[in-house]
């Protein structure tokens, strides 16, 4: 294991489990809040914007969406054509992904909250790399829980890597996420109506 992306809404316990990644020699890529977190508590962090050599834009939106970090989760490492692909451009592996989602249903539990704040809480870029790792759970370890921290960092320790069952099981985890996540957004849409709703005035 080379390299981990760590970005999360739910920082709880990743000093240590940062710290300890990076104990073991593993490059840390990251984001807003969670780099200074972690820098704040002497861990060595590298921003996504300086890994890709793009930009954080849009307000936030584009942060992660790019070939350098997909490229870097997707590709299959026992594959050959994937690995020439990466090497001509420049993708190095990102071998665990570490996130969790903005907190929509939170937001949406506020009775005051208005279409536009819910709109801006849907996460896209997290969920994108959360399904990209647990699809390639065969090379990545993928991690939304913080009570998986201390599994995966023991079988780091034992085998350089997690195992692939465990792999498994965390991409499993995934999907039940995403598909919560997904649910929870279109429960909550399909209650909106455009003809009453002030989002709509004046459109």
């Known amino acids: 294991m080379k390299r981990a992306l760590i970005s999360l809404t739910d920082k709880s316990g990743i000093e240590t489990f940062a710290s300890k990644l ?7 890529l990251s984001t807003g809040g969670t780099a200074k977190k972690m820098r704040d508590a002497g861990v060595e962090v590298v921003d996504v914007s300086d890994y890709t050599g793009f930009p954080e834009m ?10 350098k970090v997909h490229g870097g989760i997707l590709h299959q490492r026992n594959n050959e054509s994937h690995q020439k692909q990466c090497g001509q451009h420049g993708i190095e592996p990102i071998d665990l992904i570490a996130v969790n989602l903005y907190a929509f249903e939170k937001t949406v539990a506020d009775p005051s909250c208005s279409l536009e704040e819910a709109i801006e809480n849907i996460d896209i870029g997290g969920p994108t790399m959360l399904r990209a790792a647990a699809k390639n759970f ?66």
């Open 22 to 28: 990076s104990g073991f020699g593993i490059e840390i």
């Open 138 to 203: 065969q090379d990545v370890t993928v991690v939304v829980d913080p009570d998986d921290y201390d599994l995966i960092l023991n079988e780091i320790q034992t085998f350089g890597n997690t195992t692939v069952k465990t792999r498994f099981r965390l991409a499993v985890k995934v999907f039940n996420l995403t598909a919560g996540y997904d649910t929870t957004i279109a429960e909550w849409l399909n209650k909106i109506d455009p003809d009453s709703d002030n989002y709509f005035s004046g459109v």
């Open 58 to 67: 849009l307000d936030g939106r584009v942060k992660t969406l790019h070939p």
